[in-house]
């Protein structure tokens, strides 16, 4: 195969003057075969946009495609990926969630030329993406926009001003920069106070799953509450955790009083139920209240989420297309890769997914069927972060990665807000998630 | 006489004589049933005997499997909280559930015997639904009706004036969602095990005891529970496997939650190993389970042989 693959020299060769794949091949087939596992897209009809692309790439460059849509339904992509890496066997690209590319750096190729070409041609990433998809100097994968997701407020227009006095549509312009100083967790606290009156509380949720974790993440990186620090060491025991957790506590008492029980589809629900104000959501739920609650949807609006006492976050959660060590053809899936980074089919993802897939290019952050979706119009043209107007972050960032998944997945913050606000003293809380955090950072 | 056919003569022989032994080999009984038992060797070998080493071996890796690290996994959960609180949750949630099962299973078995036989099948073929449904799919169904804010369950409950019941969000309550589910899959089983075993008992053996005059709980106590008993004591040890393993109840209805106050051994070693990338420390904990039912098959297993020796 060797002498019909891409090589190394021929992929720098064709990427050298910053133009896009182009490679290298002769005659059909003639660049061998390549097996991609891309994610499954829960947008019907998103997956046809990477099959186009991937197809019309394939055929310029005579390579033998075979991709599988593999769903995230049942965790069945993060079984996947487990085996595959053990058995050093199966696709040569796989669309690998968040930590993932930490957790299997030993097993993914470097993709340092490959983001040297994306970075010039598409702006830089954004921090999380450089803490997850890097270590040190070596990029394990590149940020894929299928499935890379904010997850930021999706208020009610009619329901914020009604109760809690606040117009999130002159403060998050369609169109314009954001007029949103006013938009702070103090702010955010009074309006879930009031909506909670009115009936209609914020709906976030405290359970274990990726939601409610994220909004915890994001609250807790605006007081600089960290429970492990970028060095590693453990920083439960400190003034912004103590701040964060007695802020969060108060917030919880005007959240459903179930929200302990939540899981990943619950926030979705109770926005389209339009028995809530606000979620903290990428514009699944909107979406799907246009198709089923119409009267719903047209009230909603994306926006930023409130800034603390050490800035704005608001979570990030990238997806990463990685190619494998054992790989038998990485020049044509580092071309391939290129290939699904451009400016035309980025765009094209993002449309086919009505706005939910997210570029984790800077360049890429304004494009039109953002600031053309509706109902309303502009509903979305905050989502993907135009003005950079909050920083991009992680739940569980800065702590090295290894650790920080741990406290991600283990939903460490959550379940100190829950056993916080079910009576555990504060110091006993401490106590109990310096524990847990120490046993995540052994080696 | 040509050279050629005396000098075949022998091999003809050693040919017939060979052909002979492996007809005989194939004839044996102990042949035959290993030959067809084989598949199922391979398979066992394949899918159980060939993990369970993998599994061990991966609990003796560290987090990032380039190290052997020997027990240090082991010692270092039996440090955790978390993995105590799963230890007494999983004893909790399989004893009870296996017990309910039991009981209900053997309640419901006996009214399906006392029911007339032409009516028999019907609800035979109706108890045993929750039991063929795949169970990710009827734990879907629970899931709504005991979803928090939406739950068909808090409908009827608010139509008679009480709750709402945080079914899967408050500890307690969750707690017994779970084994409530885990009851209704596997209460059936009992039931169709039990109703073979009362099927088997004699007759005669009723009609003696009701010359005798024992009355029902006599005959219960002296005839029905001591010709079931091997069947109970096996159906529970294999109830209880499988109960002690469950996955897809509880990570479909709670994931482990409320503050992984539902975790048993098998989800919390997915979140560990699957979804927090720690495969070694997953695989430590799903190990765990193997001494826990060892004992308990021992027991049981023990007493059954011990019975079949008497008898």
Known sequence: MAGTQLTRRRFMHATAAAAVSAPFVRGAQAAGSLSVGFWDHWVPGANKATEEIVRAWADKEKVAVKMDFITSQGNKNLLTIAAEAQAKSGHDIFALPTWYPQDYAEHLEPVNDVMDVLIQQNGDVNGTVSYLGRTKDRWLAVPATVGSQIKGPCSRIDLMRQHAGIDVQAMYPAGGPPQADAWTLEAFLKAAEACHRGGVPFGIGLGQTSDSVDTAGAIFQSFGAALVDQAGNVTVKSDPVRQALEYYKKLATFLPPDAPAWDDASNNKWLVSGRGALICNPPSAWAVAKRDAPNVAQQCWLHGMPAGPRGRFAPFLPFFWGIWAFSRNKPAAKSLLLALSTHDAVAKMVDVSGGYDLPAWAKLTTLPTWAEAEPPKGVLYHYPNPHHHQTLSIAAAPAPPAVANQIYNQATMTKMVVRYLQGEPLDATLSWAEREVEGFTRG | ?311
């Open chain 2, 1 to 311: 006489m040509p050279d050629g056919v005396i000098s075949a003569q022998p091999d003809a022989t050693a040919a017939k004589f060979q052909f002979g032994a492996a007809r005989n080999f194939f004839r044996q009984r102990s042949t035959v049933g290993f030959l067809f038992t084989l598949p199922l060797i391979l398979l066992i070998l394949i899918l159980v005997i060939y993990p369970s080493f993998y599994a061990a071996y991966l609990s003796t890796l560290n987090k990032r499997m380039t190290s052997f690290v020997g027990l240090a996994n082991f010692a270092f959960l039996f440090t955790r909280e978390t993995f105590w609180m799963v230890v007494k949750q999983s004893c909790l949630f399989a004893v009870t559930a296996v017990f309910l099962k039991a009981v209900i299973g053997f309640v419901v078995a006996h009214l399906v015997n006392a029911t007339p036989a032409r009516g028999q099948r019907k609800w035979r073929g109706m108890l045993l639904v929750p039991w063929v449904m795949p169970p990710a799919l009827s734990t879907l169904t629970w899931l709504w009706l005991f979803d928090p804010s939406y739950s068909a369950l808090n409908w009827l409950l608010a139509l008679v004036g009480l709750g709402p019941v945080p079914w899967t969000g408050d500890a307690a309550w969750a707690r017994l969602s779970v084994i409530v589910v885990n009851v209704w899959y596997g209460a059936p089983f009992f039931m169709i095990m039990y109703l073979a075993a009362l099927k088997s008992v004699p007759a005669e053996l009723y009609e003696v005891a009701a010359i005798d005059g024992a009355g029902w709980w006599q005959r219960l106590w002296y005839i029905t529970l001591p010709m079931m008993r091997n069947i109970i004591a096996i159906t529970t040890l294999f109830s209880l496997i499988v109960t002690f393993a469950n996955f897809d109840i509880v990570w479909i209805l709670t994931a482990g939650g409320p503050v992984d106050r539902t975790h048993v051994f098998a989800t919390w070693a997915f979140r560990l190993g699957i979804q927090g990338g720690d495969i070694p420390l997953g695989a430590s904990v799903s190990l765990f389970m193997v001494p826990i039912l060892a004992v308990a098959a021992i027991f049981i297993l023990r007493d059954v042989n011990k019975r079949a020796e008497r008898i």
